[in-house]
T-cell receptor, first 109, second 113 residues
Framework: KNEVEQSPQNLTAQEGEFITINCSYS?????LHWLQQHPGGGIVSLFM???GKKKHGRLIATINIQEKHSSLHITASHPRDSAVYIC???????????FGTGTRLTIIP | EAGVTQSPTHLIKTRGQQATLRCSPI?????VYWYQQALGLGLQFLLW???????NRGNFPPRFSGRQFPNYSSELNVNALELEDSALYLC????????????FGPGTRLLVL
């Protein structure tokens, strides 16, 4: 079993829909990251969370430390949101990042 | 402010050769992380350098090595290349400290023939 599990693996939605991507992990963490990877391979860090909720524009990330679960939400989705979204956890005491396998999101105009 | 830069952008080698990949962190960042993303696979942690020292490494054989220079730039060396080393290699930098957002470079695509 992977230490970081994401769901769904693939998601296709219509423009404007509300998107939710989930991440569950099994290790103790000091922080959780949500990353966005575009087809060219470049990675952008969207959020780093250690508790609660963060919002940036149309993106919202939440984390529940007790349940070892995080969600990334996209409101009013747009075709430019199409990318792979990756959840990564920083293991407590270890400092290395362990990555989920990613969720491929496609937004259809 | 310049972002994280990596060179070369693409690299083609043959099996058994050595590859050297380079990373320049954002000015002021002292930590450099290296990651491998093989085709169809997720990102895997390779190496972490901070203040010139290797702090941690992932589950990769010793032929994956590197170093960090006094200016905090870093090199990743892969010896005795194997076909399965073909991947996108990403580096990321961040300021010293545990809880900071990592800034990723554009990556080097290594193809081993």
């Amino acid at each position: 079993k992977n230490e970081v599990e994401q769901s769904p693996q693939n998601l296709t939605a219509q423009e404007g829909e509300f998107i939710t991507i989930n991440c569950s992990y099994s290790v103790g963490i000091s922080a959780l990251h949500w990353l966005q990877q575009h087809p060219g391979g470049g990675i952008v860090s969207l959020f780093m969370l250690s508790s609660g909720k963060k919002k940036h524009g149309r993106l919202i990330a939440t984390i529940n430390i007790q349940e070892k679960h995080s969600s990334l939400h996209i409101t009013a989705s747009h075709p430019r949101d199409s990318a792979v979204y990756i959840c990564a956890v920083r293991e407590r005491g270890n400092e290395k990042l362990t990555f989920g396998t990613g969720t491929r999101l496609t937004i259809i105009p | 402010e310049a972002g994280v830069t990596q060179s070369p952008t693409h690299l083609i080698k043959t099996r058994g050769q050595q590859a050297t990949l380079r990373c320049s962190p954002i000015s002021g960042h002292t930590s450099v992380y290296w990651y491998q993303q093989a085709l169809g696979l997720g990102l895997q942690f390779l190496l972490w350098y901070d203040e010139g020292e290797e702090r941690n490494r992932g589950n990769f054989p010793p032929r994956f090595s590197g170093r960090q220079f006094p200016n905090y730039s870093s090199e990743l060396n892969v010896n005795a290349l194997e076909l399965e080393d073909s991947a996108l290699y990403l580096c990321a930098s961040l300021p010293r400290g545990a809880l900071e957002t990592q800034y990723f470079g554009p990556g080097t695509r290594l193809l081993v023939l």
